[in-house]
């Protein structure tokens, strides 16, 4: 980790990569995965033809970098069904430099509500 991840990213998080389906057609997932990050969500509004619209995002930075579109993740160490916990899924990754030290990339995972 670099020495700026290090200061940056101090807050926890868990990610649970769904795996399959059980023999009723319910996703199962993977153990979860806890890593180091940063996170804040953002508020959107807008005004549609038919009625209002609000998006919530959550986004988490991180140089975890083996998240992928599709996983479920939430804010703090959490055990068991990320669905209990209330994870939401990662619906965009984005993926830059690290810029001071050229240790690992930064990702900034999003989800949307």
């Known amino acids: 980790m670099s020495s700026v991840a290090?200061?940056?990213?101090?807050?926890?998080?868990?990610?649970?990569?769904p795996n399959g389906?059980?023999?009723?057609?319910?996703?199962?997932?993977?153990?979860?995965?806890?890593?180091?990050c940063g996170y804040g969500s953002e508020l959107k509004s807008g005004?549609?033809?038919?009625?209002?619209e609000i998006t919530i995002k959550l986004a988490f930075?991180?140089?975890?970098?083996?998240?992928?579109?599709?996983?479920?993740?939430?804010?703090?160490?959490h055990s068991g069904d990320p669905l209990s916990?209330?994870?939401?899924?990662i619906k965009f990754i984005?993926?830059?430099e690290d810029l001071f030290e050229?240790?690992?990339d930064d990702y900034t995972l999003i989800t949307a509500v």
């Open 6 to 17: 290090n200061w940056a990213y101090t807050s926890w998080a868990t990610l649970w990569r």
């Open 21 to 36: 389906k059980d023999k009723y057609g319910k996703v199962t997932f993977s153990e979860p995965v806890h890593f180091l």
């Open 47 to 52: 005004k549609l033809d038919v009625g209002s």
């Open 61 to 77: 930075w991180t140089e975890y970098a083996d998240a992928k579109k599709g996983d479920f993740i939430a804010i703090g160490k």
């Open 85 to 89: 916990v209330g994870a939401d899924e």
């Open 94 to 96: 984005k993926r830059d």
């Open 102 to 104: 050229h240790i690992a």
